[in-house]
């Protein structure tokens, strides 16, 4: 069984592992591997369990950020909270200290394509400072160390005057269930991003909102994941659980920092569950 943890970059609310997934992250990562479990890129464990089969190492992780902002990238002056360490770069300092430790270190950021929308969310959910950029995801993915995967084309946000929604209904993913719209919402995105930054990760779906329909999730994309070239491999919900051979690839659980788990204890009792 194989757990996927996620973090949100922008949960800064304070300093302290309650609330701020940076400082959770590296404590996390210092936890991890104190436990034993071994950290594999998300692509590589999906690739493994529905696709071209082969080992993975016992005990395996793995661990995503959702949304996408600079900070995942970028050290930034938090208005309140002050200087915080980047996602990325928590890991390379990781990496530093333990250099030997966890050879497969990596984690999956779900982004979202379109500029125009990382634009308005930028100006309407932080504080207008042009920190949601796609600028960094070459890098990011050059770094071996980060893939960048479909959070969708615009989120279907609320805060957009226009999105990719046949009657502009906004604020959910439930609606999201016609074709047309599914291929503006995710195919558009995979192509986008595919441009962008090529990398294996570009066919792993996270459902903004941790919104799973019957439509996609049964109808959609089974059917493209079918096809000769799927542009989604697996997709992945919120739902807290263990990802095995069994799970439904289209709807694929993680746990969520700050929802599913908000101190070092209760991590730990999530993989002390399955060690």
């Known amino acids: 069984m194989i757990p996927v943890l996620t973090y949100h970059a922008l949960n800064i609310r304070g ?9 959770a992250f590296a404590s996390d990562l210092e936890l991890i ?19 071209k089969g082969g080992s993975l190492p016992d005990k395996t992780i793995a661990l995503t950020f959702d949304d996408a902002t600079d900070f995942d990238f970028d050290d930034l002056p938090h208005p309140t ?24 270190l990596h984690a999956t950021s779900f982004v979202i394509a379109s500029p125009e929308a990382r634009a308005a969310m930028d100006r309407a959910c932080i504080i207008d400072r042009n920190w949601m950029n796609d600028s960094w995801w070459p890098e990011a993915v050059a770094s071996g160390l980060m893939g960048i995967a479909n959070h969708s084309w615009d989120h279907n946000h609320e805060c ?4 990719a929604q046949r009657n502009q209904e906004k604020g959910n993913f439930f609606c999201i269930d016609t074709d047309a719209d599914a291929d503006a919402q995710i195919r ?10 090529p990398n294996p990760s570009v066919a792993l779906f996270g459902y903004p909102y ?46 969520v ?10 991590l730990t009792a999530i993989l002390s569950s399955v060690s």
């Not at 300093?15 to 400082?23: F, K, L, S």
Request: with cysteine; charged share 20%; glycine share 6%.
């Open 160 to 163: 957009m005057e226009r999105v």
């Open 210 to 255: 941790g919104h799973v329909n019957e439509f996609l999730s049964k109808d959609y994309l089974p059917r493209q994941g079918a096809s000769s070239a799927p542009f989604v491999k697996a997709a992945f919900g919120t739902d807290a659980g263990m990802m095995t051979h069994a799970s439904d690839r289209w709807n694929l659980p993680r746990y």
């Open 257 to 266: 920092c700050g929802w599913h788990w908000k101190s070092t204890d209760e």
């Open 33 to 51: 591997n104190k436990l034993g479990w071994r950290i594999q890129p998300l692509h590589h464990i999906v690739d493994c369990l529905f696709y």
């Open 81 to 104: 909270a002050g200087m915080q360490r980047s996602m990325l770069n928590i890991m390379r300092d990781f990496a530093a200290r333990h250099p030997e430790a966890q050879p497969g």
């Open 15 to 23: 300093n302290d592992y309650a609330n701020n997934d940076h400082v």
């Open 188 to 197: 558009e995105a995979a192509q986008f991003i595919t441009r962008r930054a």
